[in-house]
């Protein structure tokens, strides 16, 4: 995230601020930066995991062939797809369940 700078105009016009002003500026300040994290994180979430060496460890569970792990791996994806993508064409969001 981008380093906070503080210039000498806004350094001279906070220096003269009364209590009020000062509470509105943190404030502003504050959701600035707030909504600015909120962005990040959408952004970061919205990414589909890496899903290496999924079909691997699904082999590991006894009974479960190459087939039928690629098969689950497949699903695996399109549910993380389609979560990234949001709601679906009916408005509702997928609920994981």
């Known amino acids: 995230?981008?380093?906070?700078e503080l210039n000498r105009?806004?350094?001279?016009?906070?220096r003269k601020m009364d209590?009020?002003?000062?509470?509105?500026?943190?404030?502003?300040?504050y959701e600035n930066r707030y909504r600015a994290g909120e962005r990040a994180a959408s952004e970061k979430a919205a990414?589909?995991?890496?899903?290496?060496?999924l079909e691997e460890e699904i082999q590991?569970?006894?009974?479960?062939?190459?087939?039928?792990a690629r098969a689950v791996c497949e699903v695996?994806?399109?549910?993380?797809?389609?979560?990234?993508a949001g709601p679906d064409e009916t408005g509702?969001?997928?609920?994981?369940e």
């Not at 105009?9 to 906070?14: P, T």
């Not at 695996?76 to 990234?84: A, H, P």
Request: aromatic content about 10%.
């Open 9 to 14: 105009k806004q350094y001279e016009r906070i």
């Open 47 to 53: 990414e589909v995991p890496d899903l290496v060496g």
């Open 1 to 4: 995230m981008k380093k906070y």
């Open 60 to 68: 590991n569970i006894r009974g479960i062939g190459g087939a039928k």
């Open 92 to 96: 509702s969001e997928i609920s994981g």
């Open 19 to 29: 209590h009020n002003d000062m509470k509105e500026y943190l404030n502003a300040v």
């Open 76 to 84: 695996v994806k399109s549910f993380f797809e389609r979560k990234v």
